[in-house]
């Protein structure tokens, strides 16, 4: 495993760690507090970059990537589905 690999997950999982209680708020209050204009292209750069990390065999750096996509993933779902309460 190359060092590279553990710092951007130890950066990944920080930034994880800091958006979890923007999505647990969301689902808590029922509110969409992301634009849609910030978590459209924030999920599908962060997929880009998921896949990218596996493509250089970064594979931790690409499984954290991917779970902040998700999260980035949830807030769009709260955006839309919350929008209408």
Request: charged share 10%.
């Amino acid at each position: 495993m190359i060092w590279q690999d553990y710092v951007i997950t130890g950066v990944v999982i920080l930034f994880s760690i800091s958006l979890l209680p923007q999505v647990l708020e969301g689902f808590k209050k029922k509110r969409g507090y992301i634009t849609l204009k910030t978590s459209i292209p924030t999920f599908m750069g962060l997929v880009v970059i998921s896949f990218a990390y596996g493509t250089l065999n970064l594979y931790f750096s690409a499984i954290m990537s991917g779970i902040v996509a998700l999260m980035w993933l949830l807030l769009l779902i709260q955006r839309v589905t919350y929008e209408k309460v």
